[in-house]
Protein backbone atom coordinates (compact mmCIF):
# COMPACT_ATOMS: atom_id res chain seq x y z
CA UNK A 1 0.00 0.00 0.00
CA UNK A 2 1.20 3.49 -1.01
CA UNK A 3 2.84 5.68 1.78
CA UNK A 4 1.94 9.31 2.61
CA UNK A 5 4.06 11.69 3.82
CA UNK A 6 2.17 15.01 5.96
CA UNK A 7 3.92 17.75 7.50
CA UNK A 8 1.99 20.08 9.50
CA UNK A 9 3.07 23.62 8.19
CA UNK A 10 0.09 25.50 10.01
CA UNK A 11 -0.84 26.51 13.66
CA UNK A 12 -3.76 24.65 14.98
CA UNK A 13 -4.33 28.17 16.93
CA UNK A 14 -8.08 29.76 16.17
CA UNK A 15 -9.39 26.69 14.44
CA UNK A 16 -12.13 25.09 14.95
CA UNK A 17 -12.10 22.26 17.60
CA UNK A 18 -12.99 19.23 14.83
CA UNK A 19 -9.94 20.99 12.89
CA UNK A 20 -7.23 20.62 16.27
CA UNK A 21 -9.25 16.81 16.86
CA UNK A 22 -8.51 15.73 13.00
CA UNK A 23 -4.71 17.19 12.80
CA UNK A 24 -4.02 14.96 16.42
CA UNK A 25 -6.32 11.76 14.88
CA UNK A 26 -3.83 12.26 11.84
CA UNK A 27 -0.62 12.39 14.37
CA UNK A 28 0.29 15.88 14.49
CA UNK A 29 0.23 18.29 17.41
CA UNK A 30 2.70 20.37 16.72
CA UNK A 31 4.24 22.34 14.14
CA UNK A 32 6.82 20.65 11.20
CA UNK A 33 6.01 17.49 12.48
CA UNK A 34 5.91 14.56 9.77
CA UNK A 35 4.30 11.27 10.00
CA UNK A 36 4.31 8.57 7.18
CA UNK A 37 0.62 6.76 7.30
CA UNK A 38 -1.18 4.77 4.99
CA UNK A 39 -2.78 6.04 1.74
CA UNK A 40 -6.53 5.06 2.67
CA UNK A 41 -9.81 6.88 1.69
CA UNK A 42 -10.21 7.86 5.61
CA UNK A 43 -6.82 9.58 5.84
CA UNK A 44 -7.70 11.61 2.42
CA UNK A 45 -10.85 13.01 4.11
CA UNK A 46 -8.90 13.99 6.85
CA UNK A 47 -5.98 15.75 4.87
CA UNK A 48 -8.98 17.41 2.66
CA UNK A 49 -10.62 18.95 6.34
CA UNK A 50 -7.34 20.86 7.38
CA UNK A 51 -5.33 21.12 3.61
CA UNK A 52 -4.94 24.21 4.60
CA UNK A 53 -2.71 23.06 7.64
CA UNK A 54 -0.54 20.12 6.05
CA UNK A 55 1.54 19.78 2.81
CA UNK A 56 0.98 15.81 1.47
CA UNK A 57 3.73 14.20 -0.56
CA UNK A 58 3.40 10.78 -1.87
Request: hydrophobic letters at 35%.
Amino acid sequence: MAKLKITQTGSPIRRTPDQRKTLIGLGLNKMHRTVELDDTPEVRGMIRKVQHMVNVAE
